[in-house]
């Protein structure tokens, strides 16, 4: 019986756009994965929290959970749509070749958009890191349902002005600290292998 092929690492560079400091991370992910596979690794990675809807933009076309394909209202409408259990990492790579970018959207109503794009791997590192891995990336992501790119700008504004009238209701809504620039790498790789084991 043969055995099935060994799925082969992808490069991929995500940048939270509209925002600073630039919030991006470098990850690693199997080709054998799907979409749907991604986009909850992605949402680990960057630090959203999976509470609101989200699509991909591939070329001229749409990738989403088969939910919101629903909703998407008209045949017409819905027919721009692929469900994102059934397009892979490899059929993408595939079609956008080498440095090629997609999109990626989550929270409409915030409005967050993501530039992915493909990377090529170093030989050094190939067979090195068990995948799926983040090997770089800086910044915090904003926080959820905090008013998309413009609501970040004035979050921020108001965190690192101590006399805004804003100030202290915006600390005890955070939860009292918020670092802009905290990114922990290495905590993103541990806290995913031991959510993976809990079966997250």
């Not at 940048?15 to 470098?26: G, S």
Request: net charge negative; charged share 30%.
């Amino acid at each position: 019986m043969a055995k099935p092929p060994v799925p082969k690492a992808v490069a991929l560079r995500v940048e939270l756009l509209e925002v600073a400091p630039l919030v991006w991370r470098r990850v690693l992910v199997p080709d054998s994965w799907t979409l749907a596979s991604l986009h909850h690794y992605l949402q680990w990675t960057m630090g959203w929290t999976d509470s609101h809807v989200h699509e991909f933009e591939i070329g001229a076309g749409l990738v989403a959970p088969d939910w919101w394909i629903r909703e998407a209202g008209s045949e017409e409408e819905a027919s721009r749509y692929r469900d994102e259990r059934r397009v892979s990492v490899a059929a993408v790579v595939a079609e956008l070749g080498p440095r090629g970018e997609f999109e990626y959207r989550y929270d409409m109503g915030d409005g967050w958009e993501h530039r992915i794009v493909i990377e090529s791997i170093p030989p050094s590192r190939l067979g090195e890191l068990p995948l799926p891995v983040c090997v770089a990336g800086e910044n915090a992501c904003p926080p959820e349902d905090v008013g998309g790119p413009r609501g970040y700008a004035g979050f921020l504004a108001v965190l690192g002005d101590r006399r805004h009238e804003q100030h202290a209701d915006l600390v005890r809504w955070i939860g009292g600290v918020f670092d802009p620039k905290g990114f922990d790498l290495n905590r993103i790789n541990r806290d995913w292998k031991a959510a993976k084991r809990r079966g997250r």
